[in-house]
């Protein structure tokens, strides 16, 4: 397995507070990206990484936020926890394959089991 | 934008029945195709993939899929099914000047003993 490391991999938290999901790699990897899985869903694209600071928004970036001041680690914050928060995030990584041809197939971490209360 | 439709969410089958797992993506570029499969409680691992050159691709655990450019199709199959394939499988495409990946909402697959 890639070496991709989420953390916490289960957290309890109440609405309106902040959260900060890790997501760290050791493959060194220049793409990063924060998904959510929710049934009737499949993925959705939160955020992704095109290198250190080089962030863009994906599909369902609202509420979010990330941060990347490592190679390394993506962070991706919930600055006030909804209950429609409540989800599977998965951190994910590729790399680009040169050429203008696109990136490998993206790794992806265990998850991060969130519930909102 | 890239969308990617996976139109049967719940498949059902029997031991060695033969499956096949349609996918369809809107992007009309040159794309990068991608099947990958969860096992419950699991995180998402890559079962094959698509860059170019021939179109029907073979992947892990005897899955295969095929690349119809004509129709934006990348169907998934397998001649038999076994009990230990029981997961959800989603389609994903990129293309290759924008990094974005863009899953389908996923096929549950059941295969009963």
């Known amino acids: 397995d890639a070496g991709i490391t989420q953390s916490p991999r289960h957290k309890v938290t109440e609405t309106g507070t902040p959260v900060t999901l890790r997501c760290h790699q050791t493959?060194?990897?220049?793409?990063m990206y924060w998904y959510r899985q929710d049934p009737g869903h499949g993925l959705r694209l939160i955020h992704y990484?095109?290198?250190?600071?080089?962030?863009d928004k994906g599909e369902v970036s609202d509420g979010y936020s990330v941060s990347r001041s490592k190679t390394e680690d993506f962070l991706l914050t919930l600055e006030s926890a909804t209950s429609s928060q409540t989800s599977v995030y998965f951190c994910?990584?590729?790399?680009?394959?040169?050429?203008?041809?696109?990136?490998?197939?993206?790794?992806f971490g265990q998850g991060t089991r969130l519930t909102v209360v | 934008a890239q969308s990617v439709s996976q139109h049967n969410h719940h498949v059902i089958l029997s031991e060695a029945a033969s499956l096949e797992l349609g996918c369809n993506y809107s992007?009309?570029?040159?794309?990068?195709l991608f099947w990958y499969v969860q096992y419950p409680g699991q995180h998402l691992q890559l079962l094959l993939k698509?860059?170019?050159?021939?179109?029907l691709v073979k992947g892990i655990k005897g899955f295969e899929a095929e690349f119809i450019k004509s129709k934006f199709s990348f169907n998934l199959r397998k001649p038999s099914v076994q009990w230990s394939d029981t997961a959800e499988y989603f389609c994903?495409?990129?293309?290759?000047?924008?990094?974005?990946?863009?899953f389908g909402t996923g096929t549950r697959l059941l295969v009963s003993p």
């Open positions: 994910a990584i590729s790399e680009s394959k040169g050429g203008g041809t696109g990136n490998t197939e993206a790794f």
């Open positions: 493959e060194n990897h220049r793409y």
């Open positions: 990484s095109y290198g250190v600071k080089d962030t």
């Open positions: 992007y009309g570029g040159t794309v990068n």
């Open positions: 698509y860059f170019s050159g021939d179109p």
């Open positions: 994903a495409v990129t293309d290759t000047g924008f990094q974005k990946l863009v």
